[in-house]
């Protein structure tokens, strides 16, 4: 698929789910797909988006030679570390000063990224670990992946279709049971719904 029919996907996917009754949107986290971010900016109106922080620091380190890149990672996981916006951004900093000179495109996907990753520090401390990255969601793809290898070949299409739809429902269903954010930690960071204005 071309880009901008990525960007249409994602789109019609967001506003399939609005259709849907979908509401009170505050905060989108992905990958840095130009696709997501296109239909969350069109369709999604005001709503923060959290750059993964896994696949940023993956994306930072590719850039960084084998052998500095446990020193390099070290750095990285510090900024992440911290609960206040403005130590992370503090840190920031010090991480381009100290590599900037030896590991130049490193430090330029870095800037160019750090900004979108570190939005989850302006939400309740609380929420912190389930909301700065997309791990959630891995954890299901790879079940989903180690399910359909096990049987192997399937007899047709509709039938791994089934199976994939079987292992989300019930993960749905065990994330129905628990709580997985605080809601109430969030009144203090209110603001305005974008998505009730546009319905």
Known sequence: MAG???SAAFASLDRGLLDRGL??????????????????AGELPGVDWQRCVVHFMRNVLAHVPTGAMAEVAEDLKAIFKVRREKTARALAEE?????GERFGK??????AGIGSALTYLRYPGSHH???????????????VKRRTKVVGVFPNETSASALATEIVLRSSEEWALKRYLTMDALKAIEKPNPQHSRR
């Open 129 to 143: 670990a389930r909301i700065r990255t997309t791990n959630v969601l891995e954890r299901l793809f790879k079940e």
């Open 23 to 40: 509401s009170g949107v505050r905060l989108v986290i992905s990958d840095d797909h130009e696709g997501i971010k296109a239909a969350v």
């Open 106 to 111: 490193a430090v330029s996907a870095f800037e």
């Open 4 to 6: 901008g029919e990525k």
């Open 95 to 99: 991480f381009v000063e100290l590599h």
